[in-house]
């Protein structure tokens, strides 16, 4: 029993360490639909469910709340669903929070206060570094101008250190068609569907952004979603039927000549949720 009691002390006051990377930079400005596939990613569905039942739609909103569990207590149809994917029910209709769902928030709490804290050192730096600027131009111009020149360098080293994070963006977004090909074959029409990079798409990546040109000609601007890129308007195009390099891969009889131009994806999909509204991918 006393070794026990010794490893749950020694558990409960470790510091566990949170890879505050995992988030960019305006992740405070994400909110509805964005903030839940946020959570969804770094927790679980459960775990979004359960903020947005609650109307917590921003990671501002999430830290200002001292206790996600507390709406359990409420009675409701809703509350009572998520509380059977989050919860042990016991017998006597009292409930126990499951330790992983517990543990997911905990995580949640742990990575945005770590992530606010870092954010507001580096502005409170920039300040500090802006002020002895601002005071020292008076006296001595040159060793400002030099001053503002070593901010300047620091800037630049700063901007690459982030463009060279671990994450292969390139090789995430071509994995990602390819685990779509194999997911939604049969529903375009083509059994053995298979999309080369640079032969039926081609992946443009500059400074935070990202681009996918198909091979009709038609291009997608790929919004940015944690540290990877969102593909979800160029999966869109492809399962318009409209796309004239999917048809030439389709069996011959399926085919209906149809003229591409050098038109945007995204127009496109502004035009198919003008017409038909959204189609799930």
């Known amino acids: 029993m006393f070794y026990i009691h010794m490893i749950s002390t020694f558990m409960a006051s470790r510091t566990l360490f949170v890879d505050t990377t995992v988030v960019s930079s305006d992740v405070f400005t994400y909110q509805d639909n964005d903030f839940y596939n946020l959570i969804s990613q770094l927790a679980g ?3 979004a469910a359960l903020l947005k039942i ?8 999430f830290l200002r709340i001292p206790n996600i569990f507390d709406v359990f207590n409420i009675n409701s149809k809703e509350v009572n669903d998520i509380k059977t994917k989050t919860c042990f029910i016991l017998e006597n209709d009292n409930y126990i929070v499951k330790s992983g769902i517990k543990g997911s928030i905990e995580y949640l709490r ?3 206060e770590k992530k606010q804290n870092e954010l507001l050192k580096n ?10 600027v601002s005071s020292n131009t008076t006296a001595t111009p040159n060793n400002s101008l030099q001053t503002i020149t070593a901010i300047d360098t620091t800037v630049q080293l700063s901007t690459t250190t982030t463009l060279s994070e ?11 068609v390819n685990e779509w090909c194999l997911k939604h074959a049969d529903e375009v029409g083509i059994s053995d569907l298979k999309l080369v990079e640079g032969t039926d798409y081609v992946v443009t990546l500059s400074s935070g952004s990202a681009q996918v040109r198909c091979g009709c ?5 790929l919004p940015k ?3 990877n890129f969102q593909l979800s308007n160029f999966y869109r195009h492809l399962k318009v039927r409209r796309c004239s390099m999917l048809k030439a ?15 945007s994806i995204d127009e496109e999909i502004s035009l198919q949720r003008t017409t038909t509204g959204n189609i799930p991918i």
């Open 45 to 47: 569905p459960d775990e």
């Open 54 to 61: 609650q109307g917590i739609r921003t990671v501002n909103a």
């Open 110 to 112: 742990d990575l945005f």
């Open 123 to 132: 502005t409170n730096r920039k300040r500090r570094i802006i002020s002895n």
């Open 166 to 176: 671990p994450t292969d963006h390139r090789s995430f977004i071509i994995q990602s």
């Open 217 to 221: 000609h038609r291009s997608a601007r």
């Open 225 to 227: 979603q944690g540290r």
């Open 249 to 263: 891969k389709q069996p011959v009889h399926n085919i209906n000549s149809n003229p591409s131009n050098d038109v």
